[in-house]
Every structure is written in C-alpha cells, then in structure tokens.
C-alpha cells in the first residue's frame, strides 16, 4: 500500500464537535511542546503483516503494539478521526493524535477547490483530538512530470488560503515533501514555500524524503526551521530504507542539532517504511522501541 492509497482508507463516522476560539500562529508556537509519534503508514504495509488483515480490522493489537514500543502519540490520515472504531482504540490505549496527514491537488484550480472544503472540514474534526498540525503532500502531476511554474504559482496561492482557512480554526497545515518535490534542486519545496504565507503555510519536513531526493536536510532545516510545523523521521543507507533509527547513515544528530538552534516544538513523527530489499531481522514493535529509544538520547524527547 503506498501513501496516496493509505489516504482513501479513512470511513466516515460521527463527527466530533467543534472547539470556539481561534489560535494565531504565535498562540500555536507558545501552547505547543515537542511530542514524538509514530506514523500509522508503516503499519499498513501489507510486507510487514503479511497474511493479516489491513490495519482498521487489527488496529486493537497494533495500538498495543505502539504503546509497549514506548510510543503514547499516533500520526494518520485526518479522515480517521471520522471512523468511531477508530476513536474508541485510540482511546482505549491513551494514545495521542498530535499531527495528521492529508492529500490533495493545489497545482489545478478547480481541484484545489475541491479539495480545500474537504480538508477544512476534517480539520475541525481534527482539533477536538488535539492534532496542531495538518502535513499535505500535494498531488503530483499527471505522469509525473514536474510543474511549470504557472501550476506551482497555483499550488502556492491556493495552499497559502488553506493554511488560513486552518489556521483561523487552530491548525498549521504544512507542507510535506516527497522525493518528487526534491527534483531540480528542491524546486517545487522552495517556490510553494517562499510563495506563500509563514503564517498560512509551514513545512513537514520529512528528513529521509529530503535526502532521498538529492537534498541536504540540515540545510533545508536551517533555511525553514522557523516555520517547521513537524517533522517525519526514517533512517536508510544511501537511499535505501532500513528497520530502525539509528542503523543508516542519514545525519540525525545534525538534524537534531539544527532543530535545538531553531527551538523546534512540534510533533516528531517516526515512520517506518520498508520495502523487498530491507533487511529486517526484527519485529516491528521491536523496532518501533529501538527506534524510540534512539529520539529519547538524540532528539533529548
């Protein structure tokens, strides 16, 4: 299961009720403090839970999993928090919903919108669960080209009016970067961000993603940091992924280190992702708690 699928497994349910007051970007930054997740795409893959079930049909035994790993916050699809199982095993086993991800299409007018009611509507939802921040990964371009200028000043202007719409309700919503977005020396992440609003639009900055596309993360950490709303973390040698933190070669401690210098606090999501030429010798709750084990001494949280 890849990202974008992940996206379409959230059922509708019961809605939460809305909170009243509005939070500024300066209220979020002082009301907010570094919380470490796990991201829920890891435990979709069906290569890591193979002949079982998909994740909502075993989520009691998974949410388990995470709290015995040392974990006590999840990260999933926004849509989840409309689905009443769900709900009610995230709640069994205490775990937090401090961040969530989302999809869409910006770089198109009449898509984004679309999209953007849609977003604003789970994020109301969102809030009452205590998510601070909404990481979008906007749509690539059919077959995969990359976008011309004139779709990314699009992409831009109608990203820049969600986060206002999000952040009138209390959300950050920040963009998150593939490998695609990387192309071209970061193009697309530098003219969506430096088009946009710091206070509409903030960056998910997801470390591995960064690197795997060519990128430096501390560099992009150094040039965003400021308006970093939250970070994915995920280890690999060269680009290829591996079980746990700790056991590649992505430079996290300098990530760690540009994070400190920029006074970072936000949500730190975990996300391990594996694939035919990992090698995994491990269970991935036990990798789930090494993993834990590594943001506790590195990231100090």
């Given at each position: ?142 077959g995969g080209a990359e976008k011309t200028d ?152």
């Amino acid at each position: 299961m890849n990202r974008r699928s992940f996206l379409r497994t959230a059922a509708a349910g019961a809605a939460a009720l809305a909170l009243s007051h509005t939070m500024e970007a300066s209220e979020m930054k002082a009301n907010e403090g570094i919380v470490v997740a796990t991201q829920l795409f890891g435990w979709t893959q069906p290569i890591s839970f193979l002949g079982q079930p998909g994740l909502m049909d075993r989520l009691d035994a998974a949410f388990a999993s995470i709290k015995r790993a040392g974990f006590d916050n999840v990260e999933g699809d926004t849509g989840m928090l409309r689905n009443p199982k769900f709900v009610e095993t995230l709640k069994k086993h205490a775990l937090g919903f401090p961040a969530s991800y989302s999809g869409g299409t910006f770089h198109i007018e009449a898509d984004a919108e679309k999209c953007i009611p849609a977003i604003v509507a789970d994020a109301k939802v969102a809030r009452d669960f205590g998510v601070r921040a909404i990481n979008c990964n906007p749509s690539v371009k059919a077959g995969g080209a990359e976008k011309t200028d004139a779709e990314l000043a699009i992409q831009a202007k109608m990203m820049d009016r969600c986060g206002a719409e999000l952040r009138a309700v209390g959300i950050r919503f920040a963009f998150h970067n593939h490998s695609p977005e990387m192309r071209s020396n970061a193009r697309e992440v530098h003219y969506t961000l430096r088009n946009s609003s710091p206070q509409n639009l903030w960056f998910n900055a997801d470390v591995e993603w960064i690197r795997h596309g060519g990128g430096d993360p501390v560099k992009m950490i150094e040039e965003y940091g400021d308006r970093t709303a939250s970070l994915h973390v995920r280890d690999a040698v060269g680009t290829q992924w591996v079980q746990a933190l700790g056991e590649g070669d992505v430079d996290l401690p300098a990530v760690a280190a540009v994070l400190k210098r920029k006074n970072f606090a936000g949500p730190l999501s975990f996300e391990i992702a594996i694939d035919d030429h990992t090698k995994v010798t491990r269970s991935i709750e036990e990798n789930h708690r090494i993993s834990r084990e590594y943001i506790r001494r590195v990231f100090g949280v």
